[in-house]
C-alpha cells in the first residue's frame, strides 16, 4: 500500500477505542477519506492538534476503500481567529458539517475545496457577515450540481424576469406567481443578489440587504435540508449563539 501526502481540511474527529482517533479529512487530492489515525490520543508528537475540526494539514496516510490510515499530519493553519471567536466557530463547523454531509466518498472536488478554504480564511480574518454565508452557501450548491434555477419557474416552466415575482417552493425551488401562491416572496433584489453571488468568486462582494438576506436564507435552507436525510447539528448550535 502506497504513502501519500496530501493537504486537506479535517471535517470531524473522534475519539475511538483506548487511543486512535477516527477523522473525516477532505484532501485536495483524493476528495473526502475517513481514517484511522492511530495512537492519535497519546501521540501528541506525531498528530499536535492537527485533527481538531477545520484544520487545514498536510497528511500523511494510505487511502483505502472503508477507512484509510493516517500515518502522521502536520498543521498548515488551525485558523487561530476562528478559534477565539464562538460564532466563527459556529459558522465554520457549519461548513465542515454541511461538506461531509454532502460529499460522497473519495471524488476529489478541488472547486469544493478552494470555496471551502477561502470561507475558513474569511472567517478567520474576523468577517462573520451573514451575507458571507449565504454566498458560501449559494456556490456550495452550484458547485456539487444543484444550482438553484433563479430564471424559470421550477414547476410549470416559464421564463421569469429579473423584476418579476417570485415564490420559494418546497425543497428549495423558485416558482412563478402562478404556482407558488403561498410561499415566502423572493424579491428582485434577492433574487439578482443570489444570481450575483454565483458570477463571483469573490467573498466579500455581494452584501445582502436584511429584507434580501432573509428571503435569499429562506431559499437556500430550504434547498439544503431537501437533501439531508437529518438536520445538521451545527444549524441547533449557531441558532443559540446568532446575533439579533
Ligand atoms: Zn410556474
Do not use: W
Request: hydrophobic share 40%; proline share 5%.
Amino acid at each position: 500500500m502506497e504513502l501519500t501526502c496530501s493537504e486537506a481540511i479535517v471535517l470531524a474527529s473522534m475519539d475511538f477505542r483506548e487511543s486512535d482517533r477516527i477523522v473525516t479529512l477532505f484532501t485536495l487530492e483524493h476528495g473526502k477519506v475517513r481514517g484511522v489515525a492511530k495512537g492519535a490520543k497519546r501521540s501528541a508528537r506525531r498528530f499536535g492538534p492537527a485533527l481538531e475540526p477545520f484544520a487545514r494539514i498536510r497528511v500523511e496516510m494510505v487511502v483505502r476503500e472503508g477507512l484509510s490510515s493516517v500515518r502522521g499530519a502536520d498543521v498548515v493553519t488551525l485558523y487561530p481567529g476562528i478559534r477565539g471567536d464562538l460564532y466563527a466557530i459556529g459558522l465554520a463547523g457549519y461548513a465542515v458539517e454541511l461538506t461531509d454531509r454532502y460529499l460522497p466518498d473519495g471524488a476529489p472536488a478541488p472547486r469544493l475545496y478552494r470555496l471551502l478554504t477561502a470561507y475558513l480564511e474569511r472567517l478567520d480574518a474576523g468577517e462573520t457577515a451573514a451575507s458571507d454565508r449565504r454566498f458560501f452557501e449559494a456556490n456550495f450548491l452550484n458547485i456539487l450540481g444543484y444550482r438553484i434555477s433563479l430564471d424559470q419557474c421550477a414547476s410549470c416552466g416559464v421564463d421569469i424576469p429579473p423584476e418579476g415575482s417570485r415564490r420559494v417552493g418546497g425543497g428549495g425551488a423558485v416558482l412563478c406567481a402562478g404556482c407558488g401562491r403561498h410561499g415566502i416572496t423572493l424579491g428582485a433584489e434577492a433574487a439578482a443578489l443570489l444570481g450575483r453571488c454565483l458570477e463571483t468568486g469573490r467573498f466579500g462582494t455581494v452584501h445582502f440587504s436584511p429584507p434580501a438576506l432573509r428571503e435569499a436564507g429562506a431559499l437556500l435552507d430550504s434547498a439544503i435540508a431537501v437533501h439531508l436525510t437529518r438536520p445538521l447539528n451545527s444549524i441547533a448550535f449557531l441558532k443559540q449563539i446568532e446575533p439579533d
